[in-house]
């Protein structure tokens, strides 16, 4: 789902006022919300119900995929190059431990990575859609309505109740 490109900015004082006019927001079916903060805020998460990333998943993946690598890997070449010494057998796997641990690790780092990138659309070719104010910098926190002009004044209105400082909208 793309967001509309016309919104309704709301500029906001106190983390308590933006909290509210998100969460009016969201109660009057307005869900496509960007939100500015100068730091993050757990309560701002709260008020947009954001889901759980699912860069972890991402993690476990490459975290599975470089532990069957790291055995696959010592496992063959075990079987390639046969070293029989004192009676042990040719497939040891504490032996492997190691190289299957450490690609564990690598593995899992990097699919992280990557999965930071792809859940998080990066990079960012186009214009950014919705409208930035420069006190969100300096403390003051933003809430953009991605909604059509037809919804311009509902919108005002919410944000203006919640104790909205400053109104701007984005034609």
Sequence with gaps: MSKASTGVLGVFAH????????????????????????????????????????????????????????????????????LIVGGKEIIALPAFSVIIFELTILIGALSTVAGLFITSRLPRITRPEALYHPSFSGGNFGVFAHVGRDRFPAVSDIMTASGSEEVLLDQ
Excluded: N
């Design 15 to 82: 983390l308590d006022t933006a909290t509210e006019a998100i969460t009016r927001l969201r109660k009057s079916g307005y869900d496509s919300l960007t939100v500015y903060s100068p730091t993050p805020r757990h309560e701002l998460e709260e008020a947009l119900e954001v889901p759980e990333s699912a860069v972890r998943i991402f993690t476990l993946m490459g975290a599975f995929t470089g532990s069957a690598a790291g055995a696959s890997l010592a496992i063959w070449a075990s079987l390639q190059w046969p």
